[in-house]
């Protein structure tokens, strides 16, 4: 069966620290993989998604950055964060030309 | 790009009465519409969907309703019960195309009175 992976769950960094956030996927290969922040009381934004390896769609022109590395690996990266990259930011996956998306257990993230 | 829009962004129903969320997409091209239900603290799961060439999906205590000419389709919850609470997303895509990406709506909390 297949399994998606979030981690950190919880994480509290200062303003200006870097960010890398890593999602990992078992028992499926060359899965559609997504970023979507949720804020407090918000909706799910699509910050990125891949459809193979080092394949890249920006969605919303940020502060952050995602990358593929490998087929089974999504992370998303800062430089330098902002107050504003605060929120609730989930993974997820689905079969490639598939309907169903999965989402991991998400990381709550606090910018101060 | 798509866009989704839904509403209402709170839903307050006493407890055995029907809640209904709606939701409006604006890409044409999009053919498939699920709902989300993201229970407190937990991860947005699958409930029910709906594809372009189906005008209506019941699943027991949920349906779904699709108008494709209005872009426009809604969730439809009867006998509402305590665990219904939580926040709702519809959300849009065109699955079998290369451009894969599955926009969401703003999300609906929906609190059920007993």
């Known amino acids: 069966s297949q399994t998606i992976h979030q981690w950190p769950a919880t994480l509290v960094q200062p303003v200006g620290s870097p960010l890398s956030l890593e999602c990992t996927v078992e028992g499926t290969s060359n899965p559609n993989l997504y970023w979507y922040r949720q804020a407090a009381g918000r909706g799910l934004q699509l910050l990125f998604y891949s459809v193979g390896i080092g394949q890249i769609s920006s969605e919303v022109p940020q502060n952050l950055s995602a990358s593929r590395p490998q087929d089974r690996q999504f992370i998303l990266s800062s430089k330098k964060l902002l107050l504003s990259d605060s929120g609730f930011y989930l993974c997820a996956w689905k079969r490639e030309f598939a309907s169903e998306l999965f989402f991991g257990s998400g990381t709550q993230l606090s910018v101060l | 790009g798509e866009n989704v829009e839904q509403h209402p962004s709170t839903l307050s129903v006493q407890e055995g009465d029907s809640a209904v969320i709606k939701c409006t997409y604006s890409?044409?091209?999009?053919?498939?519409f699920p709902w989300y239900k993201q229970e407190l603290g937990k991860r947005p799961q699958l409930i029910i969907d709906?594809?372009?060439?189906?005008g209506e999906k019941k699943d027991q205590r949920i349906a779904v309703t699709l108008n494709k000419t209005a872009k426009h389709f809604s969730l439809h919850i009867t006998e509402t019960q305590p665990e219904d609470s939580a926040v709702y997303f519809c959300?849009?895509?065109?699955?079998?195309?290369?451009?894969?990406?599955?926009?969401f709506g703003s999300g609906t909390r929906l609190s059920i009175r007993p």
């Open positions: 959300a849009a895509s065109k699955p079998h195309s290369s451009a894969s990406k599955i926009i």
């Open positions: 709906i594809r372009s060439n189906v």
């Open positions: 890409d044409s091209a999009s053919n498939y």
